[in-house]
């Protein structure tokens, strides 16, 4: 309990801030791509990962007026990136609770508009949990998000109960392989054998991937050889403060 009214305060103190990790294109264009990943910049205990209270944000419910926030946050941190000339798609964590949030549409809408961004710089990463009981209503609601023109990418994917079929259904744009996968790479025959499969399913359902968890040239060389489009990974560089990021990218160019 007394945990969870350091979380409220920190809302109110203000010291969650959103760092940011780039998604480098393999094709050297200038489609510029980040994940902006939630920390928290604790009094005492310095810099914090979502790993130390991420839990307990979403088993107290937090998660939903702080990740309201996060989506305001994130959408005008990206109008300052394309006030620069930047033009960028910023990917954000969303959690099964915040989507199934009654107001979370009107709110994702709201924060468009009030950035006024284009609503296609704007990317959520969802996971498979979201689907959970509630697959119907979490498509429709997908689909009135599309329709906004805000994209859709499945976190994690392979890792958990995601059958191909369900693919046909999901109305989604990006897969970002999960990392248990990357990190096999490149000895493992059957982590080998999944990311290829990732890799054509996605060329034949018209989708892109990211590779996240990237560090080492090998995985590098074998996701360029296979055709993935966007590589996230230690390999060009952890999450930095906003105010590095766009430095960050021109020259991972
Ligand atoms: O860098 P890393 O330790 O930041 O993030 C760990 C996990 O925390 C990520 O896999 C992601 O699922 C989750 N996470 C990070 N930032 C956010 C956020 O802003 N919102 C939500 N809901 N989850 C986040
Ligand atoms: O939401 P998601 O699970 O996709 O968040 C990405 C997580 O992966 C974050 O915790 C981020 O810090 C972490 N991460 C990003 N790149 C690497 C990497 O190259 N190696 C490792 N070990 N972790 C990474
Ligand atoms: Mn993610
Ligand atoms: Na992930």
């Known amino acids: 309990l ?3 009214q350091h979380l409220r305060a920190a809302m ?13 294109p393999c094709d050297g264009s200038d489609n510029y791509r980040a994940e902006a990943l939630l920390r928290w910049n604790h009094p005492t205990k310095g810099l914090l990962y979502p790993g130390e209270f991420l839990e307990l944000l979403e088993s107290s419910g937090l998660i939903v007026s702080l990740g309201y926030w996060i989506i305001h946050q994130a959408c005008r941190q990206i109008k300052i990136l394309q006030d620069e000339g930047l033009s960028i798609v910023v990917a954000v964590n969303i959690s099964a609770k915040q989507l199934h949030h009654a107001s979370f549409y009107k709110e994702l809408k709201k924060a468009i508009k009030k950035a006024n961004i284009a609503p296609s710089s704007l990317e959520l990463e969802i996971t498979e949990h979201c689907f959970v009981g509630e697959e119907q209503s979490v498509i429709k609601l997908l689909q ?28 989604v744009d990006v897969l970002k392989i999960d990392r248990s996968f990357i990190t096999e790479l490149p000895g493992d025959t059957e982590s080998k054998a999944i990311i290829q499969s990732i890799l054509q399913l996605a060329e034949a359902l018209d989708l892109k991937v990211v590779a996240e968890g990237v560090e080492t040239e090998q995985q590098f ?4 050889d296979y055709h993935c489009h966007y590589i996230q990974g230690y390999i060009f560089s952890p999450a930095v403060k906003f105010n590095q990021l766009a430095g960050l990218l021109k020259r991972l160019k």
């Open 2 to 4: 007394k945990k969870i």
């Open 12 to 24: 109110i103190q203000r010291q969650f801030e959103l760092y940011y990790q780039p998604q480098v």
């Open 144 to 171: 009135k998000i599309r329709e906004l023109g805000v994209l859709v990418a499945i976190d994690d994917f392979g890792s958990g109960y995601s059958s191909l079929s369900y693919l046909k259904k999901l109305p």
């Open 221 to 224: 060389r074998f996701l360029l």
